[in-house]
T-cell receptor, first 117, second 112 residues
């Protein structure tokens, strides 16, 4: 199996610009998660999909953030009118749900670094 | 609510030293517990997991035991190597597996 793939790996953008990140999950994984991680912190949950349905969104996901998974395969995370506080690593993860029992494991991609200048 | 508390780092050890990274959790119900490792500039990789009380997860010489009575899942390794230098995250998932909660991470540096 190929792992979770994210693109681009690094993005530098000017404040006020829009950016979009793409995530390709592990094949056959029906759940896809987005997390944000800042330096020295653990990942913070943003949202997750089961197939194409977005089932939960964190309060961290402001109106400027939107995520889609139109065909239940890859997903995009768009940030509009970026702010310096959006600078972080955006992590995508995927899993099989409900899996084979307890202990649903999520597998992360390598992340997309965003720097807003 | 659900949360994870890890010992603060950074931790610096000499090669072949014994490692313990403490992790305690607060959860409703019976969560699954995980340790993930992150190398510089990379995403998180699953290191080990345990899904019920008294389970021991192990991988690459690392071990952690799910202790319900102390709500802990401490990570241990008997003899660390330079290649173990990374940031280690303790995490839990709720019973439904819908949400994962991560600690703030513990940075480990192993010196030769």
């Amino acid at each position: 199996d190929t792992g979770v793939s994210q693109d681009p790996r690094h993005k530098i953008t000017k404040r006020g610009q829009n950016v979009t990140f793409r995530c390709d999950p592990i094949s056959e994984h029906n759940r896809l998660y987005w997390y944000r991680q800042t330096l020295g912190q653990g990942p913070e949950f943003l949202t997750y999909f089961q197939n194409e349905a977005q089932l939960e969104k964190s309060r961290l996901l402001s109106d400027r953030f939107s995520a889609e998974r139109p065909k239940g395969s890859f997903s995009t995370l768009e940030i509009q009118r970026t702010e310096q506080g959006d600078s972080a690593m955006y992590l995508c993860a995927s899993s099989v749900y409900p899996g084979t029992g307890f202990g649903n494991t999520i597998y992360f991609g390598e992340g997309s670094w965003l720097t807003v200048v | 609510g659900n949360s994870v508390t890890q010992m603060e780092g950074p931790v610096t050890l000499s090669e072949e030293a014994f490692l313990t990274i403490n992790c305690t959790y607060t959860a409703t119900g019976y969560p699954s517990l995980f340790w993930y490792v992150q190398y510089p500039g990379e995403g998180l990789q699953l290191l080990l997991k345990a899904t019920k009380a008294d389970d021991k997860g192990s991988n690459k010489g690392f071990e952690a035991t799910y202790r319900k009575e102390t709500t802990s899942f401490h990570l241990e390794k008997g003899s660390v190597q330079v290649s173990d230098s990374a940031v280690y995250f303790c995490a839990l998932s709720d019973l439904a597996g819908n949400q994962f909660y991560f600690g703030t991470g513990t940075s480990l540096t192993v010196i030769p």
